[in-house]
């Protein structure tokens, strides 16, 4: 009467002891631990979109993601300089990751529900919009103003299947004009033939930083859509790493280094995070 009890309870005990070995097996398997031994960082990039990932007239890449990559580095090894990146393509920002080729791939890569069944994303370090490019001297100042000019307002858009569509879910009255290159639609801009560009916000923000009183920009954006980093599925521990590294840079100790980034590439100076109750629970 009392053996079965035993036994069952001898079972649970062996069950429970065999899983906290394999958790500790997972554990030490973990990322983390390979690359504190590697000693440096393996990032997976770009080298042709500014300003995310670019060369640099010294021929070394630097951007927006680039120095995310260096932040989470910097927390790693207290050394943002310990990072090797991979110029890869941007098809090639899954493969690598999947076949280890890279440790994490950072290179604007837009958070999606299916690309989330084959890679982990960690937080989100900037969200992306469409914006509107004016000349510096444009009768237009905010959104309302666009609005109203009707179908007396041209929006030079680069080409593609969505553009019309997309300019009309801000401006549904627009004239839309497409061009082949983002260099073609900025000259629309330049000669009058356009009255805005709609583009990247992020784009918008640089070219703005770039030619300082040339052009502006209305508050308004409108089609969000989020950036993260990425990482192999199932190292729960390499992905709390850089989640704590990205999420202490916007909002923590590291956050003086992320906002000179912020401010270097989109010309925005952004507030100090509240001190007390934590922002993230209000």
Same mark, same amino acid.
């Given at each position: ?161 969505? &553009?019309?569509?997309? *300019? ?5 009255? !627009?004239?839309?004009? /497409?061009?082949?290159? #983002? +260099? =073609? ?63 202490? &840079?916007?909002?923590? *100790? ?5 906002? !000179?980034?912020?401010? /270097?590439?989109?010309? #925005? +100076? =952004? ?12």
């Amino acid at each position: 009467m009392h053996r079965r009890p035993s036994l069952f309870k001898a079972c649970v005990f062996v069950l429970a002891a065999s899983s906290a070995v394999m958790g500790m097996a997972q554990a030490a398997d973990s990322k983390l631990d390979s690359v504190l031994a590697r000693g440096k960082l393996i990032v997976g990039t770009g080298s042709t979109n500014a300003p995310w990932h670019f060369q640099g007239a010294d021929g070394k890449l630097q951007g927006f993601d680039i120095d995310i990559a260096r932040m989470v580095a910097k927390g790693l090894f207290n050394d943002p300089s310990k990072v090797e990146f991979v110029v890869q393509s941007s098809d090639a920002r899954i493969p690598n990751l999947l076949t280890d080729k890279v440790d994490m791939s950072c290179q604007f890569i837009t958070v999606t529900a299916s690309r989330a069944q084959q890679v982990a994303f960690t937080l989100p370090y900037y969200r992306e919009g469409v914006g509107l490019l004016l000349p510096n001297n444009s009768k237009y100042k905010e959104i309302e103003d666009l609005q109203a000019g009707g179908d007396g307002v041209t929006v030079a858009v680069l080409q593609n299947v969505y &553009a019309e569509e997309l *300019v009309h879910q801000a401006l549904p009255k !627009a004239k839309v004009d /497409q061009y082949d290159s #983002v +260099d =073609l639609m900025y000259q629309a801009v330049n000669s009058g033939r356009a009255d805005a560009a709609a583009t990247d916000q992020s784009s918008v923000k640089y070219l703005m930083v770039q030619n300082p009183g040339r052009y502006r920009s209305p508050t308004y954006a409108w089609s969000p859509q989020t950036y993260a980093c990425a990482v192999k599925r199932g190292d729960q521990d390499w992905l709390n790493f850089v989640n704590t590294a990205l999420h202490e &840079a916007m909002t923590g *100790v590291e956050f003086p280094t992320y906002a !000179a980034s912020f401010k /270097q590439w989109f010309g #925005v +100076d =952004l507030p100090s995070p509240a001190i007390g109750f934590p922002v993230e629970f209000k």
